[in-house]
């Protein structure tokens, strides 16, 4: 079953622009992860969040969690045209045994 | 530094063959390791999961099982494979529970 859900489903911007994805689950969670996908490869994990966290920055990327909303969201500043691909919001939760649920999914396309 | 290893890389079988797909992970011991098949276009569907030699998790009934005969080595199945069975099938790992999983390069089957 799925838990996130990723908003918009697709996203084109101009390189240099900011690129906001948002992520909705639906129960508790541990931790929220997100991970790219470049076409037809494997995924890369980007950044983890834990639940009693709020914000958490890495390079670029800027990650928000709010879990009174069930949401996170993903900020990639100034986008370059590398940054074209598939971005995945995965939930984990211990009760669960940890295991990553994934989203759908929003795909990214940064224009030159 | 750990590394994951999966093939083939792209597969074509008809209906009613046989599968196996390998995955091995070394420079690690006792890694966490998944199976997920993501439909074109979608997202992560997870398959099975195994915390240890011998024990596997089925998240999903269907046609294919899992294996972990070896540490580092987890293998899916099928006796029969059907046409909904295509996809892309990736493997992971992760050191222990609520980690970022670090992904296998995929490999696409298409049953014919």
């Known amino acids: 079953s799925q838990q996130g859900e990723e908003d918009p489903q697709a996203l084109s911007i101009q390189e240099g622009e900011n690129a906001t994805m948002n992520c909705s689950y639906k129960t508790s969670i541990n931790n929220l992860q997100w991970y790219r996908q470049n076409s037809g490869r494997g995924l890369v994990h980007l950044i983890l969040?834990?639940?009693?966290?709020r914000e958490k920055h890495s390079g670029r990327l800027r990650v928000t969690l709010d879990t009174s909303k069930k949401s996170s969201s993903l900020l990639i500043t100034a986008s370059r045209a590398a940054d074209t691909a598939s971005y995945f919001c995965a939930t984990a939760l211990y009760s669960q045994g940890g295991k990553l649920i994934f989203g759908q999914g929003t795909e990214l396309s940064v224009k030159p | 530094s750990q590394t994951i290893h999966q093939w083939p890389a792209t597969l074509v079988q008809p209906v009613g063959s046989p599968l196996s797909l390998e995955c091995t992970v070394e420079?690690?011991?006792?890694?966490?390791l998944y199976w997920y098949r993501q439909a074109a276009g979608r997202g992560l569907q997870l398959l099975f999961y195994?915390?240890?030699?011998?024990?596997i998790s089925s998240e999903v009934p269907q046609n294919l099982s899992a294996s972990r005969p070896q540490d580092r080595q987890f293998i899916l199945s099928s006796k029969k494979l059907l046409l909904s069975d295509s996809g892309f099938y990736l493997c992971a790992w992760s050191p222990e529970r609520m980690y970022g999983y670090t992904f296998g390069s995929g490999t696409r089957l298409t049953v014919v």
């Open positions: 420079g690690t011991s006792n890694p966490n």
């Open positions: 195994s915390v240890g030699i011998g024990q």
């Open positions: 969040i834990r639940s009693n966290e």
